[in-house]
């Protein structure tokens, strides 16, 4: 079987789908030998917002993929904005085929299905957050993603969701047949677990000039991730002193008012921003910190405390969208928007000893059941079953 996948992402971002993109299609190179991929990438400023400035967007692919005699590059003559005009604005028939040859299924990872002539098609929708929750959206990504996104799950074969959460809005939102959308769960990478060397544990504290006792949050700085609740409850759980809070993520849209509510609580000292941390460097991250906190108002699946578990760190996170499937039983899970639950369940971590021990444990088995092997292996299966 040929299978063509945008690949696109993979180069262009960073974090988010970036590291998706990237993680998947090594497990599935890793576990087909007998099929043929085909990778298409296009170059340039991604033509999604949200990703951010401060993040590297060019990234070399990794050599375990340009090592594998299975895997083929095609590269579009465009940059990915222009391909986004051509395909979604103006609507011109420049099927994927013309630069892949003959496929029998193409994958789109990012939300966006560009014309396919024959193949069978695979669409994934990581969220919805630009329907269930418009207000944290940037004006311009949202008119997009409303303008593109029904179209591409209309023309798609199968839909696939991260999440149960997800499957549900993409039924309830955009109206596809339960049968046309399946769920297959991202996985953790096998880097992330905890970090025992003492001299990288010290490089990444000196490179992003971490503090020495610090509660941790991920993500790109953005309306969504509740950034501004999370230093409130941070001001209101009144840690000891030497507990610092670190925002780890570039900035994203919207994310002024984080800044400024740091100042008017008058926190500077207190609220560390590294900025965009390097993949390689998270696992450190999570080691080093004492508590992750993710207080996120809408995720389609959530892997920042995924990682965070499988690095032997508790986490405490929100009690919606996806959030309750990923943590199961494993952490503390609280309204984002009641900001006394937020610094409540803050100091209890730090304050409990038993209750720290028993998340840790059970953070570390909660991780272990989201392998990219499994979801290599899951989605090779529906690749076959939609031919």
Not at 124 to 138: G, N
């Amino acid at each position: 079987m040929r299978i063509g996948i945008d690949y696109t992402a993979a180069v262009n971002q960073g974090a988010g789908i970036g590291r998706y993109t990237r993680h998947l299609v090594q497990a599935l190179l890793g576990l087909d030998a007998q099929d043929e991929f085909v990778l298409l990438t296009a170059g340039g400023k991604p033509v999604r917002a949200g990703v951010s400035a401060s993040e590297p967007q060019i990234r070399p692919v990794p050599s375990d993929i340009q090592g594998k005699p299975s895997a083929r590059f095609a590269r579009l003559p465009l940059t990915e904005r222009a391909w986004a005009i051509l395909w979604h604005r103006l609507r011109l028939p420049l099927w994927v085929e013309l630069f892949s040859g003959r496929l029998d299924i193409f994958h789109s990872p990012d939300f966006a299905l560009p014309p396919v002539r024959r193949a069978r098609t695979v669409l994934t929708v990581h969220d919805l957050s630009f329907m269930r929750v418009p207000e944290c959206s940037q004006p311009s990504l949202r008119a997009y993603l409303l303008r593109v996104v029904p179209s591409s799950v209309r023309r798609a074969d199968m839909v696939l969701a991260d999440s149960d959460s997800t499957r549900n809005d993409v039924i309830e939102l955009l109206g596809v047949s339960p049968d046309r959308v399946r769920v297959i769960y991202p996985g953790v990478d096998d880097s992330f677990r905890r970090v025992q060397d003492t001299a990288v544990l010290a490089h990444v504290r000196q490179r992003y000039r971490l503090p020495e006792r610090f509660v941790l949050s991920v993500g790109t700085l953005q309306p969504r991730k509740n950034l501004t609740r999370l230093i409130e409850a941070y001001a209101q759980a009144r840690l000891d002193t030497n507990v610092k809070l670190v925002i780890a993520g570039g900035t994203g849209w919207l994310y002024e008012g984080i800044f400024r509510r740091v100042e008017e609580l008058r926190l500077q000292s207190e609220v560390y921003f590294p900025g965009y941390v390097a993949e390689e460097d998270l696992p450190a991250l999570y080691t080093l910190a004492e508590l992750f906190l993710f207080p996120s108002l809408y995720e389609g699946f959530g892997l920042p405390p995924l990682e965070a578990m499988a690095c032997g760190t508790p986490v405490v996170t929100s009690n919606v969208s996806s959030l309750p499937e990923v943590m199961g039983d494993a952490g503390l899970m609280v309204d984002p928007r009641d900001v006394e639950a937020l610094a409540s369940a803050m100091g209890r971590v730090l304050g409990e000893s038993s209750l720290r021990c028993t998340m840790v444990q059970r953070g570390l088995s909660q991780a272990q059941r989201f392998t990219w092997p499994r979801t290599a292996e899951e989605l090779l299966r529906l690749y076959h079953e939609v031919v």
